[in-house]
């Protein structure tokens, strides 16, 4: 202890082989914020010092000698009030010196609040082979005191009490469970907190591990340029393998911005599919492009699962125009553009309207729609030049 090592250091030669030279009462108390507390320093009458002659510290700053009272010839008080909350998590340290400056007895002061009731715990199993939680303490979350937090469960029929070990998970208010988790059986868990000056209990929240299900992001996302077409990117990416053992749906969103841009644009109608269609994208640009899965319902159940973390973004550009490098002065030629603009803006809209993300036949009688627009654009530009 801190005291024993300041005794040893500082008390002289002489002394250091009595017993106990001095002692504080009380010793190491816990006292609520704004309550007082008055610790009496009793040295033994082989020091031959008088009380007198003593004097207290609090965190290595002297004490006013008008907060001590002189009980005898070996006793010197000091009140503190009103408390304030401790500087440090491990206690304030209250010392008494003798007039060389030298401890003689040290003590820890805990000045704190009890723990408010723990609250918004959650849980999620990563494949449905492990469950870590998170928790925020009650309240502002600040006790002054160091307050110790377990995290405890059971399966709720039957089974005894137990507590979770690992919370070196680097985020605060978080513990792991790394294994011997039942499946199809719901657990009951909940969160003590306490210390010093009183402990609380979060309510039991009470979970089934497959039914707060969350995996890795998807694998080996591609983006790729579709033929000529300018205004579309195709994604791909592959299945969590870890999922491929549990009898889960997956579903899928993508997200995509441009790359000077930080705002994300979300596809939510991907469904299950392990590919997907961007249309409607500016010619000529870079696209950075992330999608994320969610495990949906085991033997036939809606309940849905936590989405993953977004996959590492993945860049590609679109073609640039050939409309857009080839233009023309002709009003006939502009007119034309304008009514394929227009016609193109209804194409989209029915897409949207009749084609739900990712459609494979809307997209294809697109495709071949396009394909022919563009086609005969660039025959138009061919007769132009050799008219020329």
Known sequence: MITLFFLVMFVPRALS???????IFPQDPSRPIG?????TCSVSAELGVHASTLYWTLNGRRLPSSAYSVLGPTALSVTLAPLNGSRQPSGDNLVCHNSAGHVLAGSCLYVGMPPEKPANLSCWSRNGKDLTCQWSPGGQGETFIRTKYTLKYKLKWYGRERECEDYSMGQPYTCYIPRDLALFTPYEIWVEAANQLGSS?????????????TTDPPADVLVSRVGDLEDQLSVRWGTSSALKDVLFQTKYQ???RLEDSTDWKVVDDVGNQTSCRLAGLRSGTVYFVQVRCNPVGIYGSRKAGIWSDWSNPTAASTPHSERLLSGTCDPKSSEQNSTLRRELKQFFGWVRKHAYGCSGMSIKLYDQWRVWLQKSHKT?????????
Do not use: K, P
Request: aromatic residues 2%; proline residues 0%.
């Open 201 to 213: 209990t979060s309510d039991v929240i009470t979970l089934d591990v497959l039914d707060v299900l």
């Open 35 to 39: 309550s007082s507390l008055t610790a």
């Open 380 to 388: 138009r530009n061919q007769v132009d030049s050799t008219r020329r």
């Open 254 to 256: 993508i997200r995509y």
């Open 17 to 23: 082989s009595s017993t106990q030279v001095a002692a």
